[in-house]
C-alpha cells in the first residue's frame, strides 16, 4: 500500500472516530402522557405536539359512528408533524382563505399543542377551526399558536369530522344508535378531544380546570353548540365566539322551521350518491363522498337530536341551558364583504328595495330603512346581512351570559389596511385570526397582505393579550391598553380599529330590532327564522305572544 494512500485511509480513520465521539443529535422534548409518549419540537422556549391522536381512526365500521378511544402505542410517538386534514373537497375558485390542502385522510382525529417550556398549571386555549363545517384544518399555518402560548398558556388546536363524513344523519345511522339518533359527529369528535384535554393536558403542563374554548365563524358555532351540549358540561370554563352565527337547524325526523329532516337529507344524499343502503355508503371511497356530497347539494350541519342536541341554539339559551361560563364574543364590520353569496340579488333600484323593505318589515320597517337606508343599497345590504347574522348572535350571546351573572366581553372588529381597502374589504370575515394568534407572515396565498409595521404589531400584541388574558382569568386585560369593559356595564363593548378603544351601546337599538323580527319568525314555525336578510325575507308575521 502506498503513502498517499495510507494517508487518505488514516484521514478517513480519524473522520469515523470524530463522528463516533460527536454527540447525537439532541431529541426533542419528551412528555409521558396517560394516552402514550410523545416527542415533539421546541423553539424559542415554546414546545409543540403535534398530530397526537385523540380517538380512534374513523374509517370501516366507525365511520358514522361515535368516536371511539385511540389505541395505545408503544415508546415515544412521533409528534413533529400535523396530522393529516380531515377530508373535504378543493377550492372551486380563487378565496382568499384557500390553502394548497396538505395531506388529507378519513383518518384525522388528532390535535396539537404548544405549550411553555416551563409550564404548570397554565390556562388552556382549546382552538375549534372555522369552514363551514366542510373545510379547514387545526394545522391551517394561521392558527400556530406559538405567539399565544408565549403568553404563558398552553394552546391546542383539534381536527373534527367535516362535510357528509362528520355530519350526516340517516335513518339505517339512527337505528344502529343505542340512542336512536344520528348525525353530529362532528360534534361528538369536539366533545371526545375536550375529554382528552381533560384526561392528559396537565402532563403538558396545562390545567385541565381552567380550560377555555374557542372558535371562529364555523369554530364559533361549534362553540354555542358546545356550550349547550349536555355531554359537554364541566370540560370547559370559559368560551370564545368570533364571527359566530346562532341559525336555525333541522330536526333529526321533524320539520321544524320549514327545514327539511336531517335523516331525510341523508336519504337524498345517499340516494344521489347511487348508494342503496348503509353497507353501500360505507363501502364507498370516503375522497369521492367529500368531494361529491357539495355538488348534490348537501350542506353539512348539527341535527336537533333530542340529545347532543337538545334544541334550536336559540331555545336552549333562552331557557337558560348553557354552560354558566364566562364569553368573549364579537364580529368584524366587513363580514360579508369576503361572503357575498350571502347577499341577495339587489333591487332594480332605491324606490324597488324600499318596497320590498317595507313590504318585509312591516311596522318595522322604518327601523331598518333608518338603518339601511335605500340611498345606498349595496352598503345597506352588507350591513343587514352582518347585522341578523353575526351582530344579532355576538350580542344575544353576551347578553344572554351577563344575565347569568357571567363574565361577559363584546368586540366590534372594524381595522383595515391598504389592501383591505383597495381590495373592498375592509375587516372582512376572519380578518382578526392573524392579530390574535400573531401569525400576520402565515395567512393563505391571496390573503390581503398585513404590513410590516408598528400599527399592526401593536395591535396584534394587544389583541394576543387580550384573548390570553381571558383564557387566563375570565377577564380580557392587555398592557397599555384600555380596560374592556363588562357588557353589564351599559352594554360595554370593545372597538377595535387602529387601536383598540372602550365603548358603549354598540349600533344603538340594531340587536334589539332583528331580535324582534327573529322572535316572530321563531314563533311562526315555518321557516329559517335565521333568513331575516332585508329584500328576501319572508314577510314579518303576525305578533306573538312574548314577541313585539
Known amino acids: 500500500m502506498n503513502g498517499p494512500m495510507i494517508r487518505r485511509l488514516s484521514h478517513v480513520a480519524l473522520a469515523v472516530a470524530a463522528l463516533s465521539a460527536a454527540p447525537a443529535a439532541a431529541a426533542g422534548p419528551v412528555v409521558d402522557a396517560p394516552a402514550g409518549q410523545v416527542e415533539g419540537s421546541e423553539a424559542k422556549g415554546i414546545r409543540a405536539f403535534k398530530g397526537i391522536p385523540y380517538a380512534a381512526p374513523p374509517v370501516g365500521k366507525l365511520r358514522w359512528a ?58 388552556v386555549f382549546v382552538w375549534i377551526h372555522g369552514g363551514a363545517l366542510t373545510g379547514g384544518s387545526g394545522g391551517d399555518p394561521i392558527y400556530d399558536g406559538s405567539a399565544l402560548a408565549e403568553r404563558g398558556i398552553v394552546v391546542v388546536s383539534i381536527n373534527y369530522r367535516l362535510g357528509a363524513l362528520g355530519w350526516l344523519a340517516h335513518p339505517q345511522l339512527s337505528a344502529e344508535s343505542a340512542d336512536g339518533v344520528s348525525g ?32 371562529e365563524s364555523a369554530g364559533a358555532l361549534s362553540v354555542m353548540y358546545l356550550m349547550t351540549a349536555p355531554a359537554a358540561r364541566g370540560l370547559f370554563h370559559k368560551a370564545i365566539a368570533q364571527s359566530a352565527y346562532m341559525v336555525s337547524a333541522p330536526g333529526l325526523r321533524d320539520k321544524l322551521n ?18 342503496a343502503d348503509l353497507a353501500a355508503l360505507r363501502a364507498m371511497p370516503a375522497k369521492d363522498i367529500a368531494e361529491k356530497a357539495p355538488a348534490t347539494g348537501y350542506f353539512p ?105 357571567q363574565g361577559a366581553y363584546l368586540y366590534y372588529f372594524d381595522h383595515g389596511y391598504p389592501a383591505t381597502a383597495q381590495w373592498n374589504l375592509h375587516a372582512f370575515h376572519a380578518a382578526e385570526l392573524p392579530y390574535i394568534f400573531g401569525t400576520a407572515g402565515k395567512t393563505p396565498p391571496l390573503w390581503p397582505k398585513i404590513p410590516d409595521d408598528l400599527t399592526e404589531r401593536k395591535l396584534a400584541g394587544a389583541m394576543g393579550d387580550y384573548w390570553a388574558s381571558f383564557a387566563r382569568s375570565g377577564r380580557p386585560q392587555a398592557k397599555g391598553q384600555p380596560d374592556w369593559p363588562d357588557y353589564s356595564d351599559n352594554a360595554g363593548f370593545l372597538h377595535i380599529a387602529e387601536a383598540p378603544k372602550a365603548g358603549h351601546n354598540l349600533l344603538p337599538g340594531t340587536a334589539a ?9 321563531r314563533a311562526a314555525g315555518d321557516t329559517p327564522w335565521n333568513w331575516n336578510i332585508g329584500v328576501i325575507s319572508p314577510p314579518l308575521p303576525p305578533k306573538a305572544a312574548g314577541c313585539q
Open 301 to 405: 350541519f348539527p341535527a336537533v337530536d333530542g340529545k347532543i342536541v337538545p334544541r334550536q341554539l336559540v331555545d336552549s339559551f333562552d331557557r337558560n341551558e348553557q354552560a354558566p361560563v364566562p364569553i368573549l364574543a364579537g364580529f368584524n364590520a366587513g363580514e360579508i364583504r369576503s361572503l357575498r353569496f350571502l347577499l341577495p340579488k339587489p333591487p332594480a333600484d332605491a324606490a324597488a328595495y324600499e318596497a320590498a323593505i317595507r313590504a318585509n318589515y312591516g311596522e318595522f320597517a322604518d327601523a331598518f330603512l333608518a338603518r339601511y337606508p335605500a340611498k345606498v343599497i349595496e352598503e345597506s345590504m352588507l350591513a343587514a346581512t352582518r347585522d341578523a347574522m353575526y351582530g344579532w348572535t355576538s350580542e344575544r350571546l353576551v347578553s344572554n351570559q351577563a344575565a347569568l351573572g
Open 66 to 123: 361515535p368516536p371511539q378511544p385511540a389505541e395505545s402505542w408503544d415508546g415515544a410517538r412521533d409528534a413533529t408533524r400535523f396530522g393529516p386534514a380531515c377530508l373535504q373537497p378543493g377550492p372551486r375558485g380563487p378565496s382568499i382563505y384557500a390553502w394548497d390542502l396538505p395531506a388529507m385522510s378519513e383518518d384525522c382525529l388528532s390535535l396539537n399543542i404548544w405549550t411553555p417550556q416551563d409550564a404548570k398549571n397554565a390556562p
Open 513 to 521: 330590532l332583528h331580535e324582534a323580527v327573529m322572535c316572530r319568525r
Open 258 to 275: 320549514g327545514m327539511v329532516p336531517a335523516e331525510a337529507q341523508g336519504s337524498d344524499l345517499a340516494a344521489k350518491l347511487g348508494a
Open 184 to 215: 353530529n359527529y362532528g360534534l361528538l369528535d369536539q366533545i371526545a378531544a375536550l375529554e382528552w384535554v381533560q384526561r392528559n393536558i396537565g402532563a403538558f403542563g396545562g390545567s385541565a380546570a381552567n380550560v377555555t374554548i374557542a372558535g
